[in-house]
């Protein structure tokens, strides 16, 4: 299998690939390197990446159940759409939206490539778990009795709740960010090691790929 840069002709005999079959042949290359340490970011990242955005939601369910009275009240309720979730989502949609690109060759924008992993990270491990830990432990808080939770039309109440029972914002940027940075650090960490390990021709510079791409 080689990818053709855009200057070069299809030489005579080859065969055609749907992107769906580069990708299987990519995904069994990577499965068979060796060593797989040279090929960490596409064999750990979705774990990683998935770890992080589920240990958000754990640490800031946490916070909202402490502070709700919860104690052993609704804990698969609580924990399952806030840890569970932004695991799976960030495990799916990492190769959906960032990785099939890089095992293309599609690397003509890596600075695009990496804002786009850290914006979806944040987004499913940072921001998701946020938005929905505290209504849900605050419906279980209603549902058993454990907090005095004013109702839907007192507003002004409501909305002093939620501010007194918000984690720290310091606590709340730092976890936000971190899941930026892992998402834009694992996606930089494949790009280059699809440079260095997956691309057949090695006289094509970095700076060539960057500029024209494949085809």
């Known amino acids: 299998m080689k990818r053709l840069a855009k200057w070069e002709a299809l030489p005579e005999g080859a065969i055609l690939l749907t992107d769906r079959e580069v990708l299987s042949k990519q995904y069994d290359r990577i499965s068979n390197y060796q060593p797989q340490s040279q090929v960490w970011p596409f064999t750990y990242g979705l774990g990683m990446l998935g770890g992080l955005a589920a240990l ?106 939620m501010r007194t029972t918000a984690p720290v914002t310091t606590a709340i940027a730092l976890l936000i960010l971190a899941n930026f940075v892992l998402g834009m650090v694992i996606a930089s960490k494949e790009g280059e090691t699809f440079l260095k390990h997956l691309v057949q021709r090695e006289e094509w510079t970095k700076e060539e790929l960057d500029k024209d791409g494949f085809e």
Do not use: E
Not at 80 to 92: F, G, M
């Open 56 to 161: 958000n939601g754990f640490l800031i369910t946490t916070h909202y159940r402490r502070v709700f009275k919860l104690a052993s009240y609704a804990r698969l309720t609580t924990y399952a759409p806030t840890v569970l979730i932004p695991a799976l989502t960030s495990a799916l949609f990492h190769p959906l939206i960032v990785t099939h690109d890089i095992l293309l060759g599609r690397l003509n924008c890596p600075l695009c490539i990496g804002t786009r992993s850290g914006s979806l990270q944040m987004a499913l491990g940072g921001v998701y778990p946020l938005l929905l830990g505290a209504p849900l432990c605050i419906a279980q808080a209603k549902k058993h009795y454990t907090y005095a939770v004013p109702s839907l039309s007192q507003r002004k109440d409501l909305i002093q709740m």
